[in-house]
């Protein structure tokens, strides 16, 4: 069985039955759809799509990173740990840390946020959550993506897809009254 299948297994396991608290679906569908956009993006790599299914798993389950480094190796575990937030830091101080960790991330897994952003937004549209309560989310993760921004600009033209997800993320959070994220 692949690194993969693998994770995905995982993950399935890990999150049975659980619905995401932003959107009304699992957080099995969510991170099929980050891992689709992945590949839409021509994602290959075996270490880079298995943290994609793992992203959050360090934050919503009782999984920690030594388990990760045990069954999927050092890359993915790192890659996934970079997208997680410390969760012994008050939340004050776990925030900063958190876009610290972003700015300073590979590429890899700004790719990865840049789809966890993309598919979120896209689910918060659909969301039963107020529409008060749906900006506030949109605005998060919107400065998620301005912290990645810079490096995903740079790499615009060797990944010609990620200007099309900024667009799609535009679309929905411009229809909530948002500014749309400049990304030249």
């Keep these: 069985m692949s690194k993969i299948q693998s994770a995905e297994n995982f993950v399935?396991?890990?999150?049975?039955?659980?619905?995401?608290?932003?959107?009304?679906?699992?957080h099995y569908e969510h991170l099929t759809a980050v891992v689709t956009r992945l590949k839409n993006l021509g994602v290959t790599d075996e270490d880079t799509l298995a943290a994609a299914w793992l992203q959050d798993i360090i934050d919503y389950t009782n999984t920690s990173f030594d388990e990760l480094d045990q069954r999927f190796g050092s890359s993915v575990a790192v890659l996934v740990l970079s997208m997680s937030k410390d969760k012994s830091l008050p939340k004050s101080i776990q925030e900063e840390q958190y876009v610290k960790q972003l700015k300073e991330s590979t590429l890899d897994a700004k790719l990865i946020k840049l789809c966890d952003i993309s598919s979120s937004i896209k689910n918060l549209?659909?969301?039963?959550?107020?529409?008060?309560?749906?900006?506030?989310?949109?605005?998060?993760?919107?400065?998620?993506?301005?912290?990645?921004?810079?490096?995903?600009?740079?790499?615009?033209?060797?990944?010609?897809?990620?200007?099309?997800?900024?667009?799609?993320?535009?679309?929905?959070?411009?229809?909530?009254?948002?500014?749309?994220?400049?990304?030249?």
């Excluded at 399935?12 to 699992?26: C, F, H, P, Q, V």
Aim: net charge positive.
């Design 125 to 184: 549209k659909n969301s039963p959550l107020s529409r008060t309560r749906k900006i506030k989310e949109m605005k998060k993760k919107l400065y998620y993506l301005n912290v990645i921004k810079p490096d995903l600009i740079k790499n615009k033209d060797q990944i010609p897809g990620i200007a099309g997800f900024v667009n799609g993320v535009n679309e929905v959070i411009t229809s909530y009254g948002l500014r749309p994220v400049v990304f030249q």
């Design 12 to 26: 399935k396991e890990r999150y049975l039955g659980t619905i995401r608290k932003d959107a009304n679906i699992s």
